[in-house]
């Protein structure tokens, strides 16, 4: 095996480097808190800031053992209330996971995106978001990052007077620092290598035929 193909092979490993989870957690003692309320992960803020349907207006948030939800209604989200993420600072379009505490068949959630703060429930006709999913009993929520729309609501469906949610984290995936460093080193030995060679293909080009053997 040449140089060449030896650092191919080096560079292409470097390419599987496996990716690191940044995670914003969203549990707390219980305490009651102001909207908007900010989450720093990695370098990186969103805000979440919660409101009530009827009348339309934020409200205060709850951090407990489980999860974010509305101060007003037990620290839950309930068919009264939402949620909405603020996810612009994070670049690009990442594939996110959001965990949501206690959903099942019978407490199930919509989420919905928009490229705007709401300016009425995320449901309502004129409010701006579209729907991502409806009806959902995962415990958790699997979707790719729009590059235009970064707000997230979450709600329990209207008339679902029993069912509640709380939004445990949300997970993002990105490449690990170790990876750009083996691109990098793997790129730099391309080039060293291929410099290596550049000399001697020179020098024979304008060798002696009669030296030859």
Excluded: C
């Excluded at 207006?57 to 999860?67: D, F, Y």
């Excluded at 996971?97 to 919509?110: D, I, P, Q």
């Excluded at 729907?131 to 009993?137: K, V, Y």
């Excluded at 490449?175 to 691109?183: R, S, T």
């Amino acid at each position: 095996m040449n140089k060449l193909a030896a650092i191919a092979v080096f560079l292409s490993l470097g390419l599987t480097v496996p990716a690191h989870a940044t995670v914003w957690t969203f549990t707390g003692s219980g305490s009651s808190e102001a909207s908007p309320l900010s989450f720093t992960s990695g370098g990186i803020t969103i805000t979440a800031t919660g409101y009530n349907n009827s009348p339309f207006g934020s409200t205060n948030l709850s951090q407990n053992l489980n999860g974010l939800g509305i101060a007003d209604t037990s620290g839950e989200i309930t068919d009264t209330s939402f949620i909405v993420l603020n996810l612009t600072n994070i670049i690009g379009t990442p594939t996110l996971s959001l965990s949501v505490y206690g959903a099942n068949t019978s407490n199930e959630y919509n989420v919905y995106e928009s490229n705007s703060a709401p300016s009425g429930p995320p449901n309502g006709s004129g409010s701006g978001f579209t729907t991502l999913s409806a009806n959902d009993a995962s415990s958790t929520f699997v979707f790719t990052k729009s590059s235009t729309e970064n707000y997230i609501a979450i709600e329990v469906p209207a008339g679902a007077s029993t069912s509640s949610v709380e939004l445990n984290s949300l997970t993002t995936v990105a490449p690990e620092p170790g990876y750009y460093g083996l691109l990098s080193l793997g790129l730099a030995g391309l080039g060293f290598a291929a410099f290596r060679r550049r000399p001697r293909l020179v020098a024979d080009s304008t060798a002696d035929p009669s030296t030859a053997v």
